[in-house]
């Protein structure tokens, strides 16, 4: 059955029918936006989120014209009662009237909010993504498409530049990506509304949609109709604008681009590290921070800035990540909890453990070689076990092979010139609640090989 049948038609001069009108003209742009953007999605596997609303729901009827391989997936988040159970409803019916499969997944959404201290529409949003991920990569669904269109673009738009944003903020909601596409955003909601309507198609109200408690909604009710009767072509507008912003974009990462080639010094699965001379060298090094750093949670810019000409140690700090001045250098690392409890213990002189720092190996051997960064001999009868390797704290004393006296290992750290996340990541291996061994820097005297030694213990970091 062809998805427009059994439709109430009324006709225009020439005999055919408006609505009928109306279907190739919206399909035949649909179509055409498809063949130009999205030619992949013709012989794809897809999954579309649909809410019922009209957007999702007319979404599925122009997949379902076209001949698409699609299927349905929709989220209860029970928020609204018999109201959500009434949509769930609708879309399992949509689904026998297209002939396609429906996924239907319940929410907790409160709780889920409460336990990850999310407002409601974060917490959706999280559960709703991470829902549609694992269906795809379950099912085999190569593309999820979602029914943003260019409305919607313009509030997320308006959204950002009410909260405050770079220009990222300001370049609207991606066409793709990764899996999810959006093949409606070139689509005004008044277009869509009006396709659904002039085809006699069925879709729900979300009765939250009217309530200003929202930004989104604020915006949508009160600000927008204000800007389209000021300029009745803003969507045409805004796109064009959204155009020159994307083109400036990719000139500014072009540009960070080849800064970060410059900047960069070195990384690993810890800390990136960046020449702080090669921020001084341009105009506006905040802007360039701005955006080198942006993504990590940083809010506090002119603090960020101020670190180019801090003393060493110095730090700012986001949710997640820290940025600290070491030298002639900025490093970025995850935030560092506290330092914590956890230890290994080493029970025996034939050992191996597993630890954050690599595997560590003990081994009785015949005799003793020269001490190496990664490698100690010590005498095994010196050793009182269990062994304790644990994170360094303030207070620590060894005393340091090759040199008289003892000395604190916050005082061998700073004279080692090592950056403040290289000591929050330097540990100690213990004995009797004495320092055997900075572990990858130096031994402790006490324990060294001597001409009396009779049993000699290899300890190995690999």
């Known amino acids: 059955m062809k998805f427009y049948d059994n439709y109430h038609f009324a006709s225009n001069s020439a005999g055919m029918p408006l609505s009928i009108l109306y279907i190739y003209q919206m399909l035949y742009a649909f179509k055409e936006q498809l063949k130009s953007h999205f030619a992949y999605l013709e012989h794809a596997k897809l999954v579309i989120a649909i809410s019922g609303g009209v957007d999702s729901v007319v979404l599925a009827y122009l997949c379902k014209a076209l001949k698409l391989n699609f299927s349905l997936a929709h989220c209860n988040f029970n928020l609204r009662g018999d109201e959500s159970n009434a949509d769930e409803d609708f879309v ?5 009237r297209l002939d396609v499969e429906v996924f239907i997944q319940n929410f907790d959404t409160k709780a889920y909010a409460d336990q990850n201290k999310r407002s ?42 009410t909260r405050g944003t770079g220009l990222n903020g300001l370049t609207g909601i991606p066409e793709i990506n990764g899996n999810i596409v959006r093949p409606l955003l070139k689509f005004s909601r008044e277009q869509i509304e009006d396709y659904a309507k002039e085809n006699c198609i069925v879709w729900r109200e ?15 009710h009160e600000v927008v109709p204000i800007l389209k009767d000021i300029n009745p072509e803003l969507l045409n507008s805004f796109q064009n604008t959204l ?23 070195k990384g690993n699965n810890k800390t990136e590290m ?17 955006e080198m750093f942006k993504s990590y949670g940083f809010t506090e810019w002119n603090d960020v800035t101020d670190l180019l000409d801090a003393e060493t140690g110095k730090y700012v700090k986001s949710n997640a990540h820290r940025l600290i001045k070491h030298r002639e250098f900025l490093i970025l690392t995850d935030s560092h909890s506290e330092q914590n409890e956890v230890s290994y ?16 190996l003990f081994d009785e051997v015949d005799a ?9 001999y010590v005498d095994s009868e010196k050793l009182n076990f269990p062994l304790e390797l644990r994170l360094w704290k303030q207070g620590d004393m060894f005393y340091p092979l090759g040199l008289k006296g003892k000395k604190k290992i916050s005082k061998y750290l ?8 290289e000591k929050e990541d330097t540990w100690v291996l213990m004995s009797n609640n004495e320092v055997v061994w900075i572990v990858g820097m130096r031994a402790d005297n006490r324990f060294k090989v001597t001409d009396a030694t009779k049993q000699v213990l290899k300890i190995e970091l690999k």
């Open 345 to 360: 213990l080493v029970d025996n002189v034939n050992s191996e453990i597993k630890t954050p720092i690599g595997i560590l």
């Open 243 to 265: 155009d020159n912003l994307n083109d400036t974009a990719d000139i500014v990462e072009e540009s960070l681009n080849v800064f970060t080639e410059r900047a960069i010094v």
């Open 368 to 376: 003793a070689k020269q001490n190496l960064t990664t490698t100690i």
């Open 92 to 96: 399992l019916d949509l689904g026998e």
């Open 414 to 421: 700073k004279d080692e010139k090592l950056s403040l996340v």
């Open 274 to 290: 960046y020449k702080i001379s090669e921020f001084k060298k341009v105009n506006n090094p905040k802007a360039y921070l701005f």
């Open 120 to 161: 409601i529409q974060m917490a959706a949003r999280e559960l709703r993504y991470n829902w549609f991920n694992e269906l795809a990569k379950q099912l085999q669904f190569d593309y999820i498409l979602t029914a943003h269109h260019a409305d919607d673009n313009l509030e997320t738009f308006l959204i950002n530049f």
């Open 206 to 220: 979300d009765s939250s949609n009217a309530s200003r408690k929202y930004l989104r909604n604020k915006l949508r």
